[in-house]
Structures are given as structure tokens and as C-alpha cells.
């Protein structure tokens, strides 16, 4: 009887860790729970009040070299362009902002604390990323329509077939800088509304 007990308790957490793994790696379903709350709106608004806080890092691991990313993504709903050639565009969260490169780094010297007072020239630092030296990109991600388990990231151009795990979007795509793990973590926001009325 123990024998038996032991082989259902068993298989029923077989089976609980089946699902879970089964669900960590749906892109689908992480993507469906993102766009959902990306398109709330107020009542009466025709404007959504809610968007995704994404965080990209990525490296090369034949280098010394990373990039850090923060940016605000929207929901855009799919559309059907029918000229001049017939094209589907499907839903997708979208942003633009400006991304970090550890090769251009932020040194100078901390003048004017209470340990280096003005004229001195100490406290030199380094930083990893320079703040002021930054690139422009596009990042767009949609759901993958033949497999639950990837998600289509798409990175100034750079096309990543991505899987999902424990929050994370994760990658390797290849660009101008060369092959790069692409890894983007999500948070979601409310927005202080500006109410267009519907």
C-alpha cells in the first residue's frame, strides 16, 4: 500500500513540474499577460494607461563588451495594409530609447567633495557606461504564430528567435557588433491617464 501511495505522490508531481516547466517556457502566454495589460484603459478613455518597462542587457562573450537598456514599450494592435501588396502587421509591444555601451566608458575626477576639495584633481572614477554617449534603437516584440515557446524579438533590425523563462525573453541574435546574447526582463506600469474621452 506504502508502494502505491508513493507512486501517485510521485506522478502527481511529475506532473505539477511538467506544467510549471511547461508554462515558464510559454512565450505565448508571457506575451498574451503583457499585451493584456499593456491595452487597459480607463473607463471612458480611448487611451490606454498602462505600458511595459523592459530592461535589455547584452553581451559578447569573445570580448570585453555589454550593452544596458531601459525602455518603455506600447502595445500596438495588429493591422492589414492592402496596398499596394497585401501585408499583416500582428499586434506587438514597440519602443524607441537610447541604449548603454560598456565600451564607452565615464571617467573624470570628483572635485569639490568634503575628501577632494576644488583644484586638488582627485578622486578619479570610472564608470561602466557613459551616459552621454548613446545609440538610438527600436525594439519590437511579437508572438510566434507556428511555436508558443519562442517570441519574435526584433532589435534595430537584429532578429532574435527567443525563448522564455522565469519573467525573461532571452536570445542570441547576430548584427554589426556580432553575435550577442540578448537578454530583456519586463515590469509592468500604470500611467498617470490623460483622459481622451472614446
Not at 519574435?152 to 532571452?170: E, F, P
Not at 526582463?185 to 472614446?198: A, D, G, R
Request: proline share 7%; hydrophobic share 40%.
Amino acid at each position: 500500500m506504502k508502494n502505491f501511495t508513493f507512486k501517485i505522490f510521485f506522478f502527481v508531481l511529475s506532473l505539477g513540474l511538467f506544467s510549471q516547466a511547461q508554462s515558464a517556457g510559454n512565450c505565448t502566454a508571457m506575451l498574451n499577460n503583457l499585451m493584456a495589460f499593456a491595452q487597459t484603459k480607463p473607463e471612458q478613455c480611448a487611451v490606454p494607461n498602462k505600458m511595459i518597462e523592459m530592461t535589455m542587457t547584452t553581451n559578447i562573450n569573445t570580448e570585453s563588451f555589454a550593452s544596458y537598456t531601459i525602455a518603455r514599450l506600447y502595445h500596438q494592435p495588429g493591422s492589414f495594409n492592402p496596398f499596394p501588396f497585401p501585408i499583416f502587421f500582428p499586434e506587438n509591444l514597440r519602443g524607441n530609447t537610447n541604449t548603454l555601451y560598456s565600451n564607452r566608458k565615464w571617467s573624470g575626477r570628483l572635485e569639490g567633495t568634503n575628501d577632494c576639495p576644488i583644484g586638488l584633481g582627485c578622486n578619479v572614477f570610472m564608470a561602466p557606461f557613459y551616459p552621454f554617449n548613446n545609440n538610438n534603437l527600436s525594439v519590437i516584440i511579437t508572438k510566434n504564430p507556428a511555436d508558443a515557446t519562442l517570441a519574435n524579438v526584433n532589435v534595430q533590425g537584429v532578429n532574435i528567435k527567443a525563448r522564455c523563462d522565469s519573467g525573461h525573453i532571452y536570445g542570441f541574435g547576430t548584427g554589426r557588433l556580432g553575435t550577442q546574447l540578448y537578454d530583456l526582463t519586463f515590469k509592468k506600469v500604470n500611467i498617470t491617464p490623460v483622459c481622451v474621452p472614446s
